[in-house]
């Protein structure tokens, strides 16, 4: 069964200082693999995703991710974290057998970068 | 480009009632998706539609349905509603139609809760 993990609920960083938020990931075959963010009351917000190719994927608002297939780990980075970047962020895997809207995700990490 | 609107942002029931959300997808998009957001078991999918079809299904009762019209946009309704289907409900939207490496856009969502 696909299943993601996000080992961390909380993540404290200070200003300036880089971040990471960790994600794993069970899925069969090579799955498509997503982050959102989501602010308070809000939506989940599309940040990056990994289809194929770098393992390095630049997104939006500074943000990175790194595929790592042997390890199953997609973990979201950020060189130099903002106070702004404080939210609850969502790592999220699709199975390339299932439909485009069919998305497991993780539990969610809350980071919080404090100045 | 307008992004995915949900109607209406807040609702307040009674248990025993049903209610009906409404979600317009992206102008384009032809795939929607609904998630149920609680604290305590996350994000879960529900269902999907793709041409006023349904195209896939989680694993909700029988009282969680849903449509999508002819224009796209989908409705999901939730009939005698207990105090447990109190969330977040949010609904995305994607391209469809064989495009398979694009990502889901989420609307604001709608806060249901029920008393």
């Known amino acids: 069964a696909q299943s993601v993990a996000q080992p961390e609920d909380q993540v404290n960083v200070a200003e300036g200082n880089p971040l990471t938020v960790k994600c794993t990931y069970s899925v069969s075959g090579n799955p498509y693999l997503f982050w959102y963010v989501q602010y308070p009351n809000r939506g989940l917000q599309f940040l990056l995703k990994?289809?194929?190719?770098?393992?390095l994927v630049k997104g939006s608002y500074g943000f990175e991710a790194e595929f790592n297939k042997s390890q199953t780990s997609f973990h979201l980075k950020k060189p130099s974290a903002l106070v702004s970047d404080s939210a609850l962020y969502f790592c999220a895997v699709r199975d390339r057998g299932s439909t485009l809207g069919r998305l497991y995700f993780g539990r969610g990490t809350q980071l919080t970068v404090w100045p | 480009k307008a992004g995915v609107t949900q109607t209406p942002r807040y609702l307040i029931k009674t248990r025993g009632q049903q209610v009906t959300l409404s979600c317009s997808p992206i102008s384009g998009h032809r795939s929607v998706s609904w998630y149920q957001q609680t604290p305590g078991q996350g994000l879960q999918f529900l269902f999907e539609?793709?041409?006023?079809?349904?195209?896939n299904k989680g694993n909700f009762p029988g009282r969680f349905s849903g449509r999508q019209f002819s224009n796209s946009r989908s409705e999901m309704n939730v009939s005698t509603l207990e105090l447990g289907d109190s969330a977040l409900y949010l609904c995305a939207s994607s391209l469809g139609g064989g495009v398979i490496n694009t990502e889901a856009f989420f609307g604001q969502g709608t806060r249901l809760t029920v008393v």
């Open positions: 990994y289809i194929t190719g770098d393992n």
């Open positions: 539609y793709f041409s006023e079809t349904q195209r």
